[in-house]
Every structure is written in structure tokens, then in C-alpha cells.
């Protein structure tokens, strides 16, 4: 009996609990119901509705602070029937004004007894803003002079403003930047280039709120951040240069298209990249080709093709590098050579004689080539093209890059002969930003930066720099000055078109046949050329891609001189002296 009291006690708090929880549970329901009553009371009184409002999408500028991409304001015109005065006022101003028909204006306002008007009757969307200027100043006119239902009245028009992408260089590195579509507000995004690949940076955060059906009761909507801006590390005068080369390239010898890439070697920014053809933003979708013939809409990275002789430089580097071969290594060219069985022929199909290495790639020798490639062997020569990250996406930041996987030995498809092929840069697909990426390298001391288009975010008001990376370094420093000197002795020794008057240059041609389904045609090529400079201390690196030149097949004929032309444009908007004002300069910087 001693434990009852301490029984009954507990059995009394137990209740008191209960009650408590009971009361309070109560209380949330209460509160809860009457919140649900007021939104309720408020919803239909006022016809409330929750949107989403979408910040204003970021700007997108060059590295000089050029705008390449921002927006402008336009209007959507509607009629809210429920306020209308003067239904032919309205009908004759939209006709006059929005370039409407009267008559259907008219009619969907007032309607007929069988079929009644929409609350909502829509007229026009992207309206500018002098139309809805004009707009708001008669209906302010007619309003303060209304009498009755016979004087003129615009009440009942209403419009609301909502922004759309612009791009005031039009056609200007559209390849790189993409566009936005703008067609389904809830669902815009992004496409290609630049806009698809910092589509969420750009985009910002949309908020939902709550709004009034009634457009006579809408208030100012809350100010919500903007996406971040973006600056690119293009420059606009060499991009629209770079146009300007590559039409006229591309009209000159015929091509089907041309590919003009830019890059610094030491930060691997791009500095431009045009392409052919290219479009008008801002109508993106009278470009129809892109879609409907599958147009590769950035061939410098959308596209792969078989890059020929240029890739000798990468096989050149690392054979050097391995230490197989020196700049001076003799070879005699019998004009041919037997790989697996197959044999293989100079470009012209001649014997070349004793040569040295800066002789094979002067003269750009298949069976020399292949000849380096077997002394290095299959598993020296493909770790090292692993190295320059063929086989590889550069990863640069834009949308739609493509690939191609490269065969080594060990995959089903591969065979002894594809070393020789391979070592001249056949038999294997690349884009350009793929050979640009690697061959910066040799003109980089042997350090391959990441590729990439922007330089800076904006955002709060804040910048932030990108930082430049290196992803690799295939060879070593002392190969890459080796493999540059021989390359700037090959042009200068043959007097190349890609020669630029006071500006020492290293550079390679490449000529390379088009695979068909029935092997290789000798009727169509891909002409390319990359070359670099100053040699003395390399500020760019420009890749050339002509596809199937007509004027004439060889890289040599017709890409080398739109690297030359390139190159002479260049030195002028990068303020870059020539080597003897440099060398002068750099003699007094250094007395000092």
C-alpha cells in the first residue's frame, strides 16, 4: 500500500499531459484553419495566383567589357475585356499602332451572343517600348476626357513587360555564345557555346510569388538579383578579324566551311574562334540547317576530322622527348616503308634521300614519320599522345563538345598499321580545339593549359577571376624550344606563304584525304595549318581548318597564306612590336 499515493500522482500528471497536448494540438488546427480562411477570403476577393518570376538573365561581355549578349524589355499587349469603354477605340489603335486587322480586333472584344468575349483577348507580344510609351499616353488622354460610352476609351488595354535576349553583334561569335530561348518563359534555357554551358550561372535563382489576376491590382513585383554576368576571355576586334579571314578564305578557295582558332599559349584562353556559317542570334531559328541538316553549330569543337601533316608536330615532340630521336638524326628516305605489312608512300609518292629530322617535317615526309613512330614503338608513341590528351575531351567550357575515341593497341579495331597512319595523322578524328589544346604545349615550354572562354564572373556585384590551369605537361621544356626551332627553320628554308614580314614564326601544314565507306577519295581534302609566334617568346597560336578546298588540295597552297593573314592582323590588335623593336627593347629594359 505504500506505493499508491506515488500511483495516483503519476496517473494524474498523465492526464494533465494528455489535456495539455489535446489543448495545444487544437490551438495549430485553430490557427491553421484561419490561416487557410484569410488566403482563402483573399484568393477570391482578389483572385490571387502564384508565378514564377524569372530574374533578368545575365550579360555577356568580351574581355575589354564589349556586350556580346544582355537583354531588352518588350511588352506583351492583351485586352481585359471585363473594363472595356470603346471597343473601336481600342480595335483602331491596335490597328494603326500594333499592325493588327480591325476587324478581328474588334470582334474578339466584343464577341457575339453565341460566342461570348474572353476575359483575357491577347493582341501582340514583343512590343517595344516607344509603341507602349505611345500607348500609355493616349489612354491617359482619352481617360481624363471621358464623358460616356461614345467617347474614345482605351480602358481594357493592358500589356506587362518581360525581357527577351538580345545580342547586338548579331552574327558576331555566334558559334561560341549560343542563345537563349526565350519561346517558353517557364522553361527558357540555354543552347550550344557559352549560354548552354553557363546556363545556371547566367539564369540566376526565380522566386514564386503571390500576384493579382487583376491587372488593375497588380503592384510592383519584389526586385529579385539578376543571373551572374560573364566576361569572356574573347577579344571582340580579333574574333570579328578572324570572320573577316575566314569568309574570305572560305569564298577564295572553294571550302565547304572554315575554322579560324585563336589561343594564348601560356593562359589557354581563346581569343577567338570563328566558323562558318554563322547566324543572327536574335533569329536563331531561321537557321534551320542546324537542326533539320545537322550543321555541326561550332565545328572547332562540334566536329571531328582526320587532321593530316599537322599532327606530325605531336609524333616529332614526343619521339624527341623519348629521346629516340634529335633534331639531327639522319634518315634515308627510300619512299616507302613496310608497317604490318602494309606499305606506305610519301605525300607525292617520291623518294626524298638522306635527311635529318628538321628535314622530314620541312618536307613533311609520311615514311619518315612512320619510321619515328616504329623506333618509338606502339606503347611509347600512344602513351605520350595520351599525354597531349588525344583520345580525350579538352573539356573546354562551352556546350556541344564532341569526340572520337582513339584506337590503341589492345582495342578490336586496332592493327600494327595504324601506328604509321597515325604518326602522319590519318586514321584518327580530332577536332580543333583538341589539336590546338596539345600543340600549345610546344609552344608553351611543354606545359598544356586548360582551354577555356571566360575569364571573370560577376555576381552581387562582386568579380571573380578564373584562374588558369595546367592540365599536363607532355614534353619537356628544352623539346618544345627544340621542336619550335625546327619548325620556324622548316618555313623559313622553304619560304613558305605563311611567313610573316618581321615576325619569326613556327608553324605546319596538313593535308589530309577524306575517308569514305569505300576507303580513302584523293579527289577532296581537309587543308589545316597551326603555326605560332613570336618564336622568341610565343604570344598566340593559330589553328587554320579548311574543308574540302577546291582551289587546290594542299595545306600549303591554300591554308598556310590565311595563317600568314591571320598573323598580319594580329600582331597589329595585340600591339605586338617586331622582333627587332622587341629584341631593342628588351636590350635597354635589361641596361637599365
Same mark, same amino acid.
Given at each position: 500500500?505504500?506505493?499508491?499515493?506515488?500511483?495516483?500522482?503519476?496517473?494524474?500528471?498523465?492526464?494533465?499531459?494528455?489535456?495539455?497536448?489535446?489543448?495545444?494540438?487544437?490551438?495549430?488546427?485553430?490557427?491553421?484553419?484561419? !490561416?487557410? %480562411?484569410?488566403?482563402? $477570403?483573399?484568393?477570391?476577393?482578389?483572385?490571387?495566383?502564384?508565378? +514564377?518570376?524569372?530574374?533578368?538573365?545575365?550579360?555577356?561581355? /568580351?574581355?575589354?567589357?564589349?556586350?556580346?549578349?544582355?537583354?531588352?524589355?518588350?511588352?506583351?499587349?492583351?485586352?481585359?475585356?471585363?473594363?472595356?469603354?470603346?471597343? /473601336?477605340?481600342?480595335?483602331?489603335?491596335?490597328?494603326?499602332?500594333?499592325?493588327?486587322?480591325?476587324?478581328?480586333?474588334?470582334?474578339?472584344?466584343?464577341?457575339?451572343?453565341?460566342?461570348?468575349?474572353?476575359?483575357?483577348?491577347?493582341?501582340?507580344?514583343?512590343?517595344?517600348?516607344?509603341?507602349?510609351?505611345?500607348? !500609355? $499616353?493616349?489612354?491617359?488622354?482619352?481617360?481624363?476626357?471621358? +464623358?460616356?460610352?461614345?467617347?474614345?476609351?482605351?480602358?481594357?488595354?493592358?500589356?506587362?513587360?518581360?525581357?527577351?535576349?538580345?545580342?547586338?553583334?548579331?552574327?558576331?561569335?555566334?558559334?561560341?555564345?549560343?542563345?537563349?530561348?526565350?519561346?517558353?518563359?517557364?522553361?527558357?534555357?540555354?543552347?550550344?557555346?557559352?549560354? $548552354? +554551358?553557363?546556363?545556371?550561372?547566367?539564369?540566376?535563382?526565380?522566386?514564386?510569388?503571390?500576384?493579382?489576376?487583376?491587372?488593375?491590382?497588380?503592384?510592383?513585383?519584389?526586385?529579385?538579383?539578376?543571373?551572374?554576368?560573364?566576361?569572356?576571355?574573347?577579344?571582340?576586334?580579333?574574333?570579328?578579324?578572324?570572320?573577316?579571314?575566314?569568309?574570305?578564305?572560305?569564298?577564295?578557295?572553294?571550302?565547304?566551311? !572554315?575554322?579560324?582558332?585563336?589561343? /594564348?599559349?601560356?593562359?589557354?584562353?581563346?581569343?577567338?574562334?570563328?566558323?562558318?556559317?554563322?547566324?543572327?542570334?536574335? +533569329?536563331?531559328?531561321?537557321?534551320?540547317?542546324?537542326?533539320?541538316?545537322?550543321?555541326?553549330?561550332?565545328?572547332?569543337?562540334?566536329?571531328?576530322?582526320?587532321?593530316?601533316?599537322?599532327?606530325?608536330?605531336?609524333?616529332?615532340?614526343?619521339?624527341?622527348?623519348?629521346?629516340? %630521336?634529335?633534331?639531327?638524326?639522319?634518315? *634515308?628516305?627510300?619512299?616507302?616503308?613496310?608497317?604490318?605489312?602494309?606499305?606506305?608512300?610519301?605525300?607525292?609518292?617520291?623518294?626524298?634521300?638522306?635527311?635529318?629530322?628538321?628535314?622530314?617535317?620541312?618536307?613533311?615526309?609520311?615514311?619518315?614519320?612512320?619510321?619515328?613512330?616504329?623506333?618509338?614503338?606502339?606503347?611509347?608513341?600512344?602513351?605520350?599522345?595520351?599525354?597531349?590528351?588525344?583520345?580525350?575531351?579538352?573539356?573546354?567550357?562551352?556546350?556541344?563538345?564532341? *569526340?572520337?575515341?582513339?584506337?590503341?593497341?589492345?582495342? $578490336?579495331?586496332?592493327?600494327?598499321?595504324?601506328?604509321?597512319?597515325?604518326?602522319?595523322?590519318?586514321?584518327?578524328?580530332?577536332?580543333?580545339?583538341?589539336?590546338?589544346?596539345?600543340?600549345?604545349?610546344?609552344?608553351?615550354?611543354?606545359?598544356?593549359?586548360?582551354?577555356?572562354? *571566360?575569364?571573370?564572373?560577376?555576381?552581387?556585384?562582386?568579380?571573380?577571376?578564373?584562374?588558369?590551369?595546367?592540365?599536363?605537361?607532355?614534353?619537356?621544356?628544352?623539346?618544345?624550344?627544340?621542336?619550335?626551332?625546327?619548325?620556324?627553320?622548316?618555313?623559313?628554308?622553304?619560304?613558305?606563304?605563311?611567313?610573316?614580314?618581321?615576325?619569326?614564326?613556327?608553324?605546319?601544314?596538313?593535308?589530309?584525304?577524306?575517308?569514305?565507306?569505300?576507303?580513302?577519295?584523293?579527289?577532296?581534302?581537309?587543308?589545316?595549318?597551326?603555326?605560332?609566334?613570336?618564336?622568341?617568346?610565343?604570344?598566340?597560336?593559330?589553328?587554320?581548318?579548311?574543308?574540302?578546298?577546291?582551289? /587546290?588540295?594542299?595545306?600549303?597552297?591554300?591554308?598556310?597564306?590565311?595563317?600568314?593573314?591571320?598573323?598580319?592582323?594580329?600582331?597589329?590588335?595585340?600591339?605586338?612590336?617586331?622582333?627587332?623593336?622587341?629584341?631593342?627593347?628588351?636590350?635597354?629594359?635589361?641596361?637599365?
Amino acid at each position: 500500500m505504500k506505493n499508491e499515493p506515488f500511483g495516483r500522482g503519476k496517473f494524474i500528471m498523465i492526464v494533465f499531459l494528455i489535456m495539455a497536448i489535446t489543448i495545444v494540438g487544437r490551438m495549430v488546427v485553430i490557427q491553421n484553419s484561419a !490561416a487557410a %480562411v484569410t488566403i482563402g $477570403e483573399i484568393g477570391e476577393a482578389n483572385s490571387y495566383e502564384l508565378r +514564377k518570376i524569372l530574374p533578368e538573365r545575365g550579360s555577356i561581355y /568580351d574581355r575589354w567589357g564589349h556586350m556580346l549578349a544582355g537583354n531588352i524589355e518588350v511588352y506583351e499587349v492583351n485586352v481585359d475585356t471585363r473594363y472595356v469603354r470603346n471597343a /473601336d477605340t481600342i480595335a483602331s489603335v491596335a490597328a494603326s499602332l500594333l499592325d493588327l486587322d480591325y476587324d478581328k480586333v474588334y470582334f474578339s472584344i466584343t464577341g457575339t451572343e453565341e460566342n461570348p468575349p474572353k476575359t483575357t483577348v491577347f493582341l501582340k507580344s514583343y512590343v517595344s517600348a516607344e509603341t507602349i510609351s505611345i500607348l !500609355a $499616353e493616349r489612354k491617359n488622354q482619352y481617360d481624363e476626357a471621358y +464623358k460616356d460610352a461614345s467617347s474614345p476609351s482605351l480602358r481594357g488595354l493592358i500589356w506587362s513587360p518581360y525581357l527577351i535576349r538580345s545580342y547586338p553583334e548579331k552574327s558576331l561569335a555566334s558559334n561560341l555564345l549560343g542563345f537563349y530561348s526565350f519561346r517558353d518563359m517557364e522553361k527558357g534555357r540555354g543552347y550550344f557555346g557559352v549560354e $548552354e +554551358k553557363y546556363n545556371d550561372l547566367l539564369s540566376g535563382t526565380p522566386q514564386t510569388v503571390l500576384v493579382p489576376r487583376d491587372p488593375y491590382e497588380v503592384e510592383n513585383l519584389p526586385d529579385i538579383p539578376p543571373g551572374a554576368s560573364l566576361i569572356l576571355t574573347l577579344d571582340r576586334e580579333i574574333q570579328a578579324m578572324a570572320e573577316r579571314v575566314a569568309d574570305k578564305a572560305m569564298e577564295e578557295t572553294g571550302s565547304a566551311s !572554315a575554322t579560324i582558332l585563336i589561343s /594564348d599559349p601560356k593562359t589557354g584562353e581563346i581569343l577567338a574562334m570563328a566558323n562558318t556559317p554563322r547566324m543572327d542570334l536574335n +533569329k536563331y531559328w531561321e537557321a534551320g540547317n542546324i537542326f533539320v541538316d545537322r550543321t555541326p553549330f561550332n565545328r572547332a569543337i562540334g566536329e571531328t576530322y582526320e587532321p593530316g601533316s599537322v599532327f606530325k608536330v605531336l609524333t616529332m615532340a614526343s619521339a624527341i622527348d623519348a629521346g629516340v %630521336v634529335t633534331p639531327t638524326t639522319p634518315f *634515308l628516305d627510300t619512299g616507302v616503308i613496310n608497317v604490318g605489312g602494309v606499305n606506305f608512300t610519301n605525300w607525292d609518292g617520291g623518294a626524298w634521300g638522306p635527311q635529318d629530322m628538321t628535314g622530314c617535317m620541312r618536307h613533311s615526309l609520311n615514311v619518315c614519320l612512320s619510321w619515328v613512330a616504329v623506333q618509338m614503338g606502339p606503347s611509347k608513341f600512344y602513351e605520350y599522345m595520351d599525354r597531349f590528351g588525344i583520345g580525350h575531351r579538352t573539356n573546354v567550357d562551352l556546350g556541344g563538345e564532341v *569526340l572520337w575515341p582513339l584506337s590503341i593497341p589492345g582495342d $578490336e579495331n586496332w592493327y600494327l598499321p595504324n601506328l604509321a597512319t597515325n604518326s602522319f595523322g590519318q586514321g584518327l578524328a580530332v577536332t580543333p580545339m583538341q589539336m590546338i589544346m596539345a600543340i600549345s604545349a610546344v609552344a608553351n615550354d611543354g606545359k598544356m593549359m586548360a582551354p577555356h572562354v *571566360l575569364r571573370a564572373v560577376i555576381d552581387d556585384d562582386r568579380q571573380y577571376n578564373n584562374t588558369p590551369q595546367v592540365v599536363g605537361t607532355p614534353i619537356s621544356a628544352e623539346t618544345a624550344r627544340q621542336v619550335t626551332e625546327m619548325l620556324a627553320t622548316s618555313l623559313e628554308q622553304e619560304a613558305s606563304s605563311a611567313l610573316v614580314p618581321g615576325y619569326r614564326v613556327a608553324g605546319k601544314t596538313g593535308t589530309a584525304e577524306i575517308p569514305t565507306p569505300y576507303g580513302y577519295t584523293s579527289d577532296a581534302t581537309n587543308a589545316s595549318f597551326v603555326g605560332w609566334g613570336p618564336v622568341s617568346d610565343p604570344r598566340f597560336v593559330v589553328y587554320i581548318w579548311l574543308e574540302k578546298p577546291q582551289s /587546290d588540295i594542299w595545306g600549303s597552297i591554300v591554308a598556310a597564306p590565311v595563317f600568314s593573314e591571320v598573323v598580319q592582323n594580329l600582331v597589329v590588335l595585340m600591339n605586338l612590336p617586331p622582333d627587332d623593336i622587341r629584341q631593342e627593347l628588351a636590350v635597354g629594359q635589361a641596361g637599365q
